[in-house]
């Protein structure tokens, strides 16, 4: 499956490829496309079921994601990248790792997780997205994705996250809702080879700390760090700390 994928930067310079948490679209990334598009080629890619990408109907897998990922950077002609991915995208950056080792020069994961918590959440996260539609719980979904304090000094920035996870096309919210759900690499994590760094959020109640240990511990030579002030979307909120460290480690790897 082709995806919609945003491509900036230099074409023959090194790739990185972003891949976004559930409910957002390549508009989750703008503060790493605006400062890496300088020095990488950027492709942002719309995960299956949002944004600009088809919309086929569930059932949806992680690995179904995951090889979206690389049929379309075969179209592209990209053969090795970094890939740094949150949340849900996180999860496909995993599996592309496990699954195409070859092709991944660097891994960020971000406010993920080898197997996510409360699956029940997803499921009637699902239920409701199909019935009722994304925007009534783009809401709550806002809220785990920043602090209180990130929420009240900058609303509208806000207001436009939630717009952008109301807009998601319901049956491709659910269908990765229950790809989340399905989602377990703990016992392939030793597997990963690619040089990985992992960064959690202090404040993440979707994906806390704890969960971005277990990927640290069960990556060989995986470096962890914890952001203070920051939740779910920690790319977003924490930009002009995940940012450099995202650079800093891609920079470092061998591409």
Known sequence: ???????????????LVLLCSLGSTVDMWAPQRRDLAGEYRVLTMDTRGHGGSPVPDGPYFVEDLADDVLETLDDLGVDRAAFAGVSLGGAMSQAVALHAP???????????????????TYVERAETARSQGVAEI?????????????RETAPDAVAQMRDMIAATPPEGYASCCEAIVAWD??????????????????????TPPEHGQVLADGIPGARFEVLDDAAHLASYQRAEVVTPLLAEHVKGSSS
Not at 138 to 150: E, H, I, P, Y
């Open 1 to 15: 499956m082709r995806l919609h994928v945003t491509d900036e930067g230099p074409p023959d310079a090194p790739v």
């Open 185 to 206: 690499s703990r016992s392939r994590l030793a597997s990963i080879t690619a040089p990985t760094l992992v960064i959690s959020g202090a404040q993440d109640p979707a």
């Open 138 to 150: 783009a809401d709550g979904v806002v809220t785990r994705w920043f602090t209180d304090d990130f």
């Open 102 to 120: 070859e092709r991944v020069s660097a891994l960020v994961l971000l406010c993920t997780s080898a197997q996510f918590a409360n699956p029940d």
